[in-house]
């Protein structure tokens, strides 16, 4: 379950992500395309035991919760 590698050369986002401990040292750094930000999400939730449901809207769904 790996993420597709980096196309730089592509339009797609690049999301580069930190994770800091309370000190602000970093835990994990990451960068991944728009594309895997819902599979890196769902890892991230499992792998820290994260009390989150994650509901993925469409496109303009969040036009109507403004």
Not at 21 to 30: C, H, M, Q, T
Not at 33 to 44: A, G, N, V
Not at 52 to 66: A, E, F, G, Q
Request: glycine letters at 4%; zero cysteines.
């Amino acid at each position: 379950m790996g993420f597709k590698k980096i196309d730089y050369s592509s339009t797609d986002e690049l999301w580069e992500i930190k994770v800091l401990d309370s000190s602000g040292a970093i835990l994990e750094r990451w960068k991944v395309q728009k594309r895997d930000l819902p599979k890196w999400m769902d890892i991230t939730i499992k792998k820290h035991g994260l009390p989150v449901k994650i509901k993925w809207l469409s496109d303009l769904d969040w036009t109507r919760h403004s």
